[in-house]
């Protein structure tokens, strides 16, 4: 009975427990199932935890299997032992579940994560297409800013330089005029009084001649008569030949009369007017065989060490690619401090190749092309031409081609060398204001690129006008085209006493800079070395040209540079337009394929030559100024130019950036 009592009490205990542990057990999962919805209300993409749906679909139904297996265990309540069991299995599947679970919620937090992690990176994607959207928006709207101000610069500075031409050229005429007016007035007057004197009594003495040689016709008709008295009559026919004699001398006068009255009137012939131009200047030689460009710079540096003069190799090669894109930027300066051998390079230069050359010493003075080419003297009737405008005239390829005022017949004492090559030097250019004497010359030689040389209409554009008389009387100019046989190299003196290049004149120029040399060579630089007699022909330098479009491989490189090169220089509102570009691409494509780094010195050189310029005078400690240098700064150490590097830094130093160029070492000498 006793024992009945303690398995009924047992039976009880294993029902409370079972139910218990049930209630357990369905309160654990509804508490997961529960976290797992929440969780899947804050994840935004539900469809990728469909798994987990189905997982606790399978749990639900598991449980519901338990429920089941707990109602048949009060059925049978009576079997302690069995129920026992089934009680340890449904704690161990209890635990299980607790198990399968809590590898579910790590899924769940890897998932979270995963989903954190991507919805983080779009965010910062987008966040970086964002700023890459503004960073392109505010270059656009400051380029277009910055062309807006640079045309508005250009425009106010081309009126003001018209307004200066006008005002110059008329009060240049009005004082003309003014001084010779009146004497022009006066001796026309005279000379008209003298000319109607003279033709009256050159008339006179016509009717005279005339019924003389009537009387003689009439005495030699009556030879019996006249040789009856001959004796009579030699005295008179004696009187008659003094008389013609006078004749002939008063006609004489009067014709040397009528020429000074067509010369003050601007009549005459276009060779006479003409004829200094037609004086040469350049002596004809021998033309050299062809050879090639890599021998032409040997015979270089060798020519230039045997004249005493040490120059790097990195300045004789700018020097030369300077020269050989002439068509994009015409003008090669050379400035520096006096002494440095800016004027000997040059010469030295064009001895070894084989070139004519011209030295032209610019005088303060100068203010107008005239200084440089010559001008008409209304006075005289005659043009009054420069060296280089006779030199010029020589080298005309299309010499007495019609329609361009040459003369129909070109005196005998013309000696056309346009098969050569001349180099011209402006010895101290900046003495006078360059942009008034070399400017306008500066354009027509730019726009030599632009025209068809064979084509009359088309090259006339770029061909100079020589004013040779006065209009409606003759040929009142004469064209000149100055072809790419005909370079120009200024040197620049930087003191004092000299001007500064405006950046029309720098964008249209290479400019190379002569530092302080550190080695002072005391070697003899006298004539006493023997120069190449034989010239350069002009289509073996024509020959050495490279197209901007036969490019190799370092098109791309090249124009990637250039797009930095012109952010730099944007910052500091100095950016530069498709003519710089062009010249850049140009000049690379140009420097001489030999030795390795040819690409990094040609675009450091077009660093040097053609921007830093443009930093002389500003303030290094400007923000702009120092974020523009440092971007500069940056493409030279991939350009892997130590030199440039040191120089570069070296000019940030002081108040003012003053940028003296690169010192490069000289091969041969210590530095």
Not at 221 to 230: D, F, G, I, R, Y
Request: with cysteine.
């Amino acid at each position: 009975m006793i024992w009945e009592q303690l398995i009924s009490l047992l039976s009880i205990v294993s029902i409370f427990i079972a139910l218990l542990v049930t209630g357990l057990c369905f309160s654990a999962y509804r508490t997961a199932a529960k976290r797992v919805h929440e969780r899947e209300k804050r994840l935004p993409d539900a469809t990728q935890f469909e798994n987990l749906r189905i997982k606790i679909a399978e749990t639900e139904s598991l449980l519901q299997g338990y429920e089941s297996e707990v109602q048949g265990a009060r059925e049978l309540i009576g079997f302690g032992k069995e129920i026992r069991g089934q009680i340890d299995e449904l704690l161990s599947r209890r635990d299980g579940l607790r198990g399968e679970i809590a590898g579910i919620e790590k899924q769940v937090a890897t998932l979270q994560r995963e989903y954190n992690k991507k919805v983080g990176e779009s965010v910062e994607r987008l966040s970086v297409l964002d700023q890459n959207f503004m960073k392109a928006k505010r270059k656009a709207e400051r380029e277009i800013e910055e062309h807006r101000d640079e045309l508005k610069s250009s425009l106010r500075e081309l009126e003001g330089e018209i307004s200066r031409q006008k005002e110059r050229v008329q009060q240049e005429r009005r004082k003309q005029l003014y001084e010779t007016q009146h004497e022009f007035d006066q001796q026309l007057t005279s000379l008209q009084i003298e000319f109607e004197h003279a033709k009256v009594g050159l008339q006179e003495k016509i009717d005279e001649a005339n019924s003389l040689d009537q009387r003689l016709r009439e005495l030699s008709t009556n030879v019996e008569q006249l040789q009856k008295s001959q004796s009579k009559l030699g005295g008179e026919v004696d009187g008659l030949k003094e008389q013609k004699l006078q004749l002939k001398q008063d006609i004489e006068r009067l014709e040397k009369v009528w020429d000074r009255l067509l010369q003050q009137t601007g009549g005459g012939d276009d060779a006479e007017r003409t004829s200094e131009l037609w004086q040469p200047v350049i002596a004809p030689a021998e033309v050299a065989v062809k050879y090639s460009e890599e021998m032409c710079l040997e015979k270089v540096e060798t020519y230039l060490k045997s004249c005493g003069l040490y120059f790097s190799r990195r300045m004789v090669y700018a020097f030369h690619t300077s020269l050989k894109v002439a068509e994009a930027s015409p003008l090669a300066v050379l400035a520096g401090i006096s002494g440095t051998g800016k004027s000997e390079l040059p010469r030295r230069y064009a001895e070894a190749v084989g070139m004519n050359f011209l030295p032209l010493a610019v005088q303060p003075r100068w203010d107008s092309p005239q200084d440089m080419f010559g001008f008409f003297n209304y006075l005289e009737n005659r043009f009054r031409a420069t060296e280089l405008g006779r030199a010029l005239v020589q080298m005309d390829s299309h010499a007495g081609e019609a329609g361009r005022g040459w003369p129909s017949s070109i005196p005998d004492s013309h000696q056309n060398l346009s098969g050569q090559m001349l180099l011209v030097l402006l010895d101290e250019m900046n003495l006078a204001r360059v942009e008034y004497y070399f400017s306008d010359f500066l354009s027509k030689l730019e726009t030599r690129r632009g025209v068809d040389p064979n084509n009359p209409e088309s090259r006339r554009k770029a061909e100079l006008s020589l004013e040779i008389g006065r209009t409606g009387i003759g040929s009142p100019t004469m064209n000149v085209f100055v072809g790419p046989n005909v370079l120009f190299v200024g040197t620049m003196n930087e003191d004092e006493t000299t001007q500064t290049l405006s950046d029309k004149v720098i964008d249209r120029s290479n400019l190379l800079r002569f530092g302080r040399p550190k080695t002072l060579s005391l070697e003899n630089t006298g004539d006493t070395y023997a120069r190449p007699s034989a010239r350069l022909a002009a289509s073996n330098w024509n020959d050495w040209l490279v197209p901007t479009e036969d490019m190799d491989h370092d098109r791309e490189r090249t124009d990637e540079i250039i797009e930095s090169l012109n952010e730099a220089m944007s910052i500091i509102r100095r950016p530069f337009a498709h003519r710089t570009s062009r010249a850049i691409r140009a000049y690379v494509a140009n420097y001489p394929r030999i030795g390795e780094a040819t690409f990094n010195c040609a675009m450091a050189d077009q660093i040097e030559q053609k921007l830093l310029p443009k930093f002389r005078g500003l303030d290094p400690s400007d923000p702009e100024v120092r974020d523009a240098l440092d971007r500069i700064r940056g493409v030279i150490e991939e350009l892997e130019d130590a030199e440039f590097l040191e120089a570069l830094r070296e000019s940030r130093n002081g108040h003012q950036i003053a940028w003296s160029g690169v010192d490069r070492a000289i091969e041969g000498q210590a530095v």
